[in-house]
């Protein structure tokens, strides 16, 4: 890892805060304010962190020994400061959005979330990212549930229990990474050790790189309006910041992202849910950061981090306008959505924004940061990479920018009510679109926060060319054969079918089998316990009646058709004794052969 | 399209065609340096995507909307198929796919649950 990158001077300066400290603080305070505020109040703890990242020098560090170990929560370097600065915007952005909720809930637990993901990316050892780490999965399930239908809390139990496992992963390479190493301390892994492997497995599901990615696009859709655009900016990013601290390098890492674009861009064109197609959209630009981290070279993790930041910036963005067309028309796939260009206009200029954003289109701001992983791929050598990210690239741009708004906002109108858009939404998508615009057109704010220096001319004449040949023409492609991209009321299977097709299965082979066996062990044993009772009230009785009604049955009804037949009644006692001294005198041959000569 | 955008469109692409012939030119490191490669590449690009998403969500991924949970799902017929721009919808496979528990049932639970949901969201 290089000089900047980790190895800081380190101070221990107890005068300064830990950044992510305003929020944990506005997540304690803000159920006792009064409702009305409440919204309002959100915003004062991102601008606190705000305040605090300005006046925290790259090299500060907070260390603490609890047990044996020495723990570092508080670790600051170009790397950690760049993706505070950009949570801190993405939970103010996001607090403005959802400036209009009142659910305490959603509000205490996104200061939670967004509290530990900076958390994490301010640990300075792995056992405290592990904390933040789960912390910030069981906050942004609150933000599944709080929608509050079936379909979500099932979700929500899904993205739960997957976290948990990727995290229990985790866990275990941590553990095994500090009894073999002696340290927790969090930095490069240089050898490929079991430990760093389970540690990259856990930081990969969190990365969506396949096949542990189902998680994202099967819960962030059913996530609440305002949860899923908090949850698009921090744990996929975090996992960014994980895997660039820990894993710059690994070689594995480009096929992974590669993989991770390639998958997002198919499933991104046949699904139907609008956020479920930006769910796959997060994935593959995620997955365009892990190629960066993965190839190793300065200009790679630049491009990943500032991928990470004009991403959290378009992405969210993206979120909010498709949250805004739910939150009017109460609908959210594609097959149910039309003519919004006639009902809800203003919603689609700031789409097109974080649609123009994510698809690397000159003066947005993908087009900048994207354009550094890929010419750090071609530096590299991985032409094949580069052509398959240039592919998923026009894959975003189909699925973005031309799919959706031509579905949602194009056609004819389906459904009738439309509600308004509240204010602060349309303020909120304003500030994201303004940031993805200024960025794309003048970067060099951004360029200055990377962690590595960077000599980058985004507006050179030949990738301004690239992108305008290669979207257009893409776009004649979509024109030819849009008829071929319509949404269709179906969903698209994918590695989540692992854990959801089974869950039938195991409910038949679980409930309803061991039910079944129930049943019968239950008849059984009624019927000889009921019989038992029976013949133990009154056993001489049973056994001349039994007689008796041989003797009744030969006497009163001789040959009746629907008599007993004595002879068979007597038989089955005979035969049932018989049985009884069978029984007995095989227990007692057992039991001979057992204790009186015992086994050699 | 409207005839202006259609212009606009076709002088865009052949005025970024002609720019990469006759702008500065930089010896061919890689295949893609040749001229208007990133042209051609984003149209055939563009429609390979189409079709083999198309083709992978026909014949493999794509299933009915209660393909998990067929308990829940009231049946109502004629979902399926939408009108408009999905000229293919409703394809055989819809329901009755290999391994599918789902008879040939709607699909009305996803939207109830989404719509009472998007009501009270936020």
Known sequence: MGKRLGKGARRTMPEHLPPFLPFFLGALVLPFLPRVVRGWAFLLPPLGVLWLLSGLEA??????????????????????????????????????????????????????????????VFAGDLLTLFVFWEVMALTSAYLVWARRTDVSRASGMRYIY???????????????????????????FETRTTAAWLILVGF??????????????????????????????????????????????????????????????????????IRRVLAYLVMGQVGFMVVGVGLGSQMGVNGAVAHAFAGVLYKGLLFMAAGAVIHATGRSRL????????????????????????????????????????????????????????LASIGAFLAAALRIPFLAWGGEPKGD????????????????????????????PLYSLLPFGLDYEPYSYSH????????????????????????????????????????????????????????????????????????????????????????????????????????????????????????????????????????? | MSRFWFTVLAVTLVTSVVMSFVGPSKEAKFLWDAKAFFAVYGFVG??????????????????????????????????????????????PSASGGPGSWAGPQGSAHGEEARKGGAQDHA
């Open chain 1, 59 to 120: 090299g500060t560090s907070l260390s603490l020994s609890f047990l044996l170990w020495e723990m570092e929560p508080l670790r600051v370097d170009r790397l950690s400061l760049l993706f505070g600065w950009v949570f801190a915007m993405a939970a103010f952005v996001g607090g403005v959005y959802a400036l209009h909720l009142r659910d305490t809930g959603q509000q205490v637990s996104a200061l939670l979330y967004a509290g530990s993901a900076l958390g994490a």
């Open chain 1, 417 to 444: 009510e439309v509600e308004p858009v509240p204010w602060n939404m349309t303020a909120g998508m304003g500030i994201a679109a303004g940031l993805t615009l200024f960025l794309g057109v003048y970067p060099v």
């Open chain 2, 46 to 91: 563009c429609v390979a995507i189409i079709f083999v998403s198309k083709w992978l969500g026909r014949y493999w991924l794509q299933r009915s909307e209660d393909y998990y949970d067929p308990h829940q799902a009231p049946a109502e017929a004629g979902d399926a198929g939408e009108p408009g721009m999905s000229g293919e919808a409703g394809a």
């Open chain 1, 162 to 188: 997957v976290h948990l496992m990727g995290g229990a992963i985790l866990l275990a390479g941590i553990v095994l990474h500090g009894v073999e190493s002696g340290s927790l301390a969090f930095g490069l």
């Open chain 1, 335 to 390: 097959s149910d959505l039309g003519g919004l260009g006639r009902s809800l206009p203003t919603v689609l200029p700031f789409y097109m924004v974080g649609a123009l954003g994510i698809a690397g289109f000159p003066f947005f701001a993908g087009f900048v940061s994207k354009g550094i992983i890929l010419d750090a791929a071609a530096y590299a050598g991985r032409e094949g990479v580069y052509l398959l990210l240039y």
């Open chain 1, 204 to 273: 990969a599901l969190n990365a969506a790189v396949p096949p542990l990615h189902a998680w994202l696009a099967d819960a962030y859709p059913e996530a609440t309006v305002t949860g899923a655009v908090f949850m698009s900016a921090f744990t996929t990013k975090t996992a960014v910041y994980a895997l660039a601290r820990g894993f710059w390098g690994w070689e594995i890492l480009v096929v992974a992202g590669a993989a991770s674009a390639l998958v997002a861009m198919v499933y991104s064109l046949i699904t139907n849910d």
């Open chain 1, 464 to 600: 301004v060319l690239k992108a305008v040949q290669l979207l257009g023409f893409a776009f004649l492609a979509f024109w030819i054969f849009r008829a071929k991209l319509g949404g269709e009321s179906r969903i698209a299977l994918d590695t989540d079918w692992v854990y959801r097709r089974p869950a039938r299965a195991s409910y038949v082979l679980g409930p309803e089998v061991v039910a079944a066996a129930f049943g019968v062990v239950e008849r059984v044993v009624y019927g000889v316990m009921g019989r038992v009772v029976q013949v133990g009230r009154d056993p001489v009785g049973w056994l001349e009646r039994a007689k008796r009604v041989g003797k009744d049955v030969v006497t009163s009804s001789p040959g009746t058709p629907e008599g007993r037949d004595p002879e068979t009644a007597s038989t089955s006692l005979r035969v049932s004794m018989a049985a009884g001294v069978i029984l007995v005198l095989t227990a007692l041959l057992i039991f001979f052969l057992r204790i009186v000569v015992p086994p050699t």
